[in-house]
Every structure is written in C-alpha cells, then in structure tokens.
C-alpha cells in the first residue's frame, strides 16, 4: 500500500522507531500478564488450529495477540531467517507455524533492547513459558535448554531433578509427538502461528521461587 514514506511525516526513522517501542512495550505488558496467569478453568478442553494440526489444549496456556509485520522481522527474521529449518514446520504464503524446542531459545528470540516478555521475575517469583515432555516413568518436565554439545536436552522434572535426555526428532511425518520406542511418550513444543499481523502461541507455564524449584501451572 506504502511505496514511499507519506508527505508530512518529517523524520520517518524517529516515528517508526517510536512507533515499535509502544508497541514491544505494549507486547511486554500483553504476554507478561498472561504469563502470570494460570490456565482458566475448562480451557484444557478447547481445541485450536496450528496450521495442519489441531490442538488439545489440555494443561497448555495460549495467547493471541496484534504483532506488526515490522516487529515480527526483528524478533523471528525477515523471511523467518533468524530461524532454524526444522523450527519452521508449516509455512504457506499468509500463515507460518513455528515450534520452538527449549524455553533458552524462546527467550533468546523473544529478547529484544533488554525486554524479554517470555520471561518475568518479580520479586522472590519466576515465570517462564516451557516446552513440556512426558518420560516413560509417568513423570513429567520442562524443557529449559540444549547442552552444552547440543545433542541432549536439559529438562527440570516434577520430581524436582535436573536431567539430560536425548533429543528427539523434529516433528514427525504424522505431525504428532507422540513415541512408543523413546525415554518420552509425549512432548509439547512451544507453537507459534504467525497470520498476517496476529500471532498466536501455546505454552506450558512454569512458576518458581527464586531459591527452589519450578512447578507447573
């Protein structure tokens, strides 16, 4: 619609920088404010599209909100480039769907000027958005990072322990996560659907105290 900067705006670069720091700000307040809320009652059952999947929410938090085409090229890449092949796992000419693998990626990501919305602590409390996994012993975790080598993952369990476990593959050709042959039975990224100017995404929440471990909302 734009081919050229419009007559009357006298330095273009100030009002756009402007311009995308109320709106960072304004992103801040809108996933800070989800994030500090556990799921509502009954929203287990509801289901959503992500590209070709849809999805349970079961434990799972989600959030939709504005983002300018503007504000996505600086946190995901002009064309999606500041990520990796395997995150973008649908892509169509209006709609992308990303998975992100660890809570250490979204927040690299999402880490704009020193403001990281994904990731809040307050007080003797922090709040972080997780990709979620299911081990064969009927226990559960969050993803938090890659090792150092980058072929294992680290993940913090319900039983409060830290472990490393071996990675699994990028999402399946049934477009599930769910393993019968693996040391996890089931694993929830953290999805992204990029639209136009709305994103939505789904998350595990996690809340802990500063000097103990996390749990899930």
Not at 56 to 74: G, H
Not at 100 to 123: H, M, N
Not at 130 to 138: A, G, H, T
Request: charged share 25%.
């Amino acid at each position: 619609v734009f081919a050229e900067v419009l007559v009357g705006l006298v330095d273009f670069e100030s009002s756009a920088l402007r311009s995308l720091s109320a709106e960072l700000t304004d992103l801040s307040r809108v996933l800070r404010s989800s994030l500090k809320r556990a799921p509502s009652k009954g929203s287990g059952i509801l289901v959503r599209t992500f590209g070709p999947e849809k999805i349970l929410f079961r434990t799972q938090s989600f959030r939709a909100c504005t983002m300018s085409l503007l504000l996505q090229d600086i946190i995901f890449g002009e064309g999606l480039r500041n990520l990796q092949p395997h995150e973008i796992v649908y892509k169509r000419k209006k709609t992308a769907v990303v998975h992100i693998r660890t809570a250490r990626r979204l927040q690299d990501l999402f880490s704009v000027r020193g403001i990281c919305p994904v990731l809040i602590q307050e007080k003797d409390r922090i709040y972080s958005m997780n990709p979620k996994v299911f081990l064969k012993d009927n226990t559960f975790g969050f993803v938090a990072n890659d090792d150092p080598a980058g072929r294992r993952w680290i993940v913090n369990t319900s039983e409060n322990l830290v472990i490393a476990i071996n990675k699994i593959p990028c999402l399946p050709s049934d477009s599930s996560y769910i393993y019968s042959n693996s040391e996890i039975t089931e694993y929830w990224p953290i999805r992204i659907r990029l639209q136009g100017t709305k994103m939505a995404m789904t998350y595990s929440r996690v809340v802990c105290s500063v000097n103990s471990d996390g749990k899930d909302s």
